[in-house]
């Protein structure tokens, strides 16, 4: 939702006979948009569940999270929320010291969906509630524009209504496809001319206004303090 939630270790203190003793006041602060914070949420379901966070996958519930490590390799984090609880990871060492990648990439990945797994036991599946004011749009991920009938490396992503990319695609001819921008999750996109579907990915060829290719996905990130 964008709000930001003041930590606190306890609800309510309560005495042998029921009665409140103490009762912590809840202080919450928005700090994104409610389309920020959808947007955001899209993009780490994306890497939960096909990204660098694969490995991470809750077996019968909707997740999105992110990896992370910090300098010289000396934490591994995962940090990932449900439609129901958040989780966090951390592995290293007290004393901080380098943690051998190759033989740690992935605990915090694993720790992470062995608890949650089972803390979601009999839970619905369900998905992240969608804002207002947001519209899936099929682009490009070779130029970032909206994709059309010709363009092959394809992917639907999700923008605000009022900064959904202004032009269709100038690298790769065909005609436009006014139908694609506004394409609405659950839609039978397969009847758009030129629609294929194809995994999230950082594209390995060069952009034709860039002259240096994107750089392949590393495992580094800050790690996520909360939502």
Same mark, same amino acid.
């Given at each position: 939702?964008?709000?930001?939630?003041?930590?606190?270790?306890?609800? &309510?203190?309560?005495?042998?006979?029921?009665? =409140?003793?103490?009762? &912590?006041? =809840?202080?919450?602060? %928005?700090?994104?948009?409610?389309?920020? *914070?959808?947007?955001?949420?899209? !993009?780490?379901?994306?890497?939960?569940?096909?990204?660098?966070?694969?490995?991470?996958?809750?077996?019968?519930?909707? *997740?999105?999270?992110?990896? @992370?490590?910090?300098?010289?390799?000396?934490? %591994?984090?995962?940090?990932?929320?449900?439609?129901?609880?958040? @989780?966090?990871?951390?592995?290293?060492?007290?004393?901080?010291?380098?943690?051998?990648?190759?033989?740690?990439?992935?605990?915090?990945? &694993?720790?992470?969906?062995?608890?949650?797994?089972?803390?979601?036991?009999?839970?619905?599946?369900?998905?992240?509630?969608?804002?207002?004011?947001?519209?899936?749009?099929? !682009?490009?991920?070779?130029?970032?524009? =909206?994709?059309?009938?010709?363009?092959?490396?394809?992917?639907?992503?999700?923008?605000?209504?009022?900064?959904?990319?202004?032009?269709?695609?100038?690298?790769?001819?065909?005609?436009?496809?006014?139908?694609?921008?506004?394409?609405?999750?659950?839609?039978? =996109?397969?009847?758009?001319?030129?629609?294929?579907?194809?995994?999230?990915?950082?594209?390995?060829?060069?952009?034709?206004?860039?002259? !240096? *290719?994107?750089?392949?996905? %590393?495992?580094?990130? *800050?790690?996520?303090?909360? %939502?």
């Amino acid at each position: 939702k964008g709000i930001y939630t003041k930590p606190y270790m306890y609800t &309510k203190v309560l005495d042998k006979s029921g009665n =409140i003793i103490l009762e &912590k006041e =809840i202080v919450t602060q %928005r700090v994104f948009s409610e389309q920020t *914070a959808g947007i955001m949420t899209s !993009v780490l379901v994306t890497t939960a569940e096909g990204g660098l966070g694969i490995s991470a996958k809750l077996n019968n519930m909707t *997740a999105a999270g992110k990896t @992370g490590t910090t300098n010289e390799d000396k934490d %591994r984090w995962y940090v990932g929320y449900t439609p129901y609880y958040v @989780g966090a990871v951390w592995y290293g060492y007290d004393e901080p010291k380098t943690v051998p990648y190759s033989q740690t990439s992935i605990v915090a990945h &694993k720790l992470f969906k062995s608890v949650m797994n089972d803390v979601h036991v009999g839970l619905k599946n369900k998905p992240f509630p969608e804002p207002d004011g947001v519209k899936w749009v099929t !682009v490009c991920q070779d130029s970032g524009e =909206i994709a059309k009938d010709t363009c092959e490396n394809t992917t639907y992503e999700l923008f605000k209504s009022n900064m959904v990319p202004g032009k269709s695609c100038t690298g790769h001819g065909g005609i436009d496809n006014p139908n694609r921008p506004n394409y609405q999750p659950g839609e039978n =996109i397969t009847q758009y001319p030129g629609v294929t579907t194809h995994p999230v990915s950082t594209p390995d060829v060069q952009l034709p206004d860039s002259p !240096v *290719a994107p750089p392949p996905p %590393r495992h580094t990130a *800050a790690p996520i303090i909360g %939502r």
